[in-house]
T-cell receptor, first 117, second 111 residues
Framework: GAVVSQHPSRVICKSGTSVKIECRSLDFQATTMFWYRQFPKQSLMLMATSNEGSKATYEQGVEKDKFLINHASLTLSTLTVTSAHPEDSSFYIC?????????????FGQGTRLTVV | RKEVEQDPGPFNVPEGATVAFNCTYSNSASQSFFWYRQDCRKEPKLLMSVYSSGNEDGRFTAQLNRASQYISLLIRDSKLSDSATYLCVVNMNTGFQKLVFGTGTRLLVSP
């Protein structure tokens, strides 16, 4: 099946620094990418949806200036957590889908566990 | 009201049991539906899509009820390896398409 590679898998950073997470579709063109956050024992919460070449659409309550999303190509999207704080510590996971059909399966990256100290 | 709602469980069942999960969604314009499975500390993986006519894949059966805005997943003859969290996923069109997850239902199958 299609593969989505997310990097890094784990990162520890100091409070106030920025962290960039990459999400790549390896064998298909990801027209749409989704970024989720999952806190322990909770569900995946959609943060934003991005289509290649356009600005991301953020969910209510997600600060677009804090969580910068770039989807500059059909195989790469990045999420940058700017000025990270301990409360940003979470599991971040991307998902990519090919084409515009709503029936298309979304494939997930392996996730990034972010710890802000 | 949450966009997608599920009973978080856990559902504790013995091996061989039949178990069913339901999921409700709020957006009547939702276009497609999926069940994903997530194992502890792993990424979600597609279990099956849900079609209007209902569909079956081995021990798993998915149903969609558009009138009542819910989908269901039935697992027959539960195996120990079925223990996981089952996520209901709805593709919504709110001017753009987005995939929204339910909270997940945790299933524990015991010997």
């Amino acid at each position: 099946g299609a593969v989505v590679s997310q990097h890094p898998s784990r990162v520890i950073c100091k409070s106030g620094t920025s962290v960039k997470i990459e999400c790549r579709s390896l064998d298909f063109q990801a027209t749409t990418m989704f970024w989720y956050r999952q806190f322990p024992k909770q569900s995946l919460m959609l943060m934003a949806t991005s289509n290649e070449g356009s600005k991301a659409t953020y969910e209510q309550g997600v600060e677009k200036d804090k969580f910068l999303i770039n989807h500059a190509s059909l195989t790469l999207s990045t999420l940058t957590v700017t000025s990270a704080h301990p409360e940003d510590s979470s599991f971040y996971i991307c998902s990519a889908r090919e084409g515009g059909s709503s029936n298309t399966e979304a494939f997930f990256g392996q996730g990034t566990r972010l710890t802000v100290v | 009201r949450k966009e997608v709602e599920q009973d978080p469980g856990p559902f504790n069942v013995p091996e061989g049991a039949t178990v069913a999960f339901n999921c409700t969604y709020s957006n009547s314009a939702s276009q497609s539906f999926f069940w994903y499975r997530q194992d502890c500390r792993k990424e979600p993986k597609l279990l099956m899509s849900v079609y209007s006519s209902g569909n079956e894949d081995g021990r798993f059966t998915a149903q969609l009820n558009r009138a009542s805005q819910y989908i269901s997943l039935l697992i027959r003859d539960s195996k120990l390896s079925d223990s996981a969290t089952y996520l209901c996923v709805v593709n919504m069109n709110t001017g753009f398409q987005k995939l929204v997850f339910g909270t997940g239902t945790r299933l524990l199958v015991s010997p």
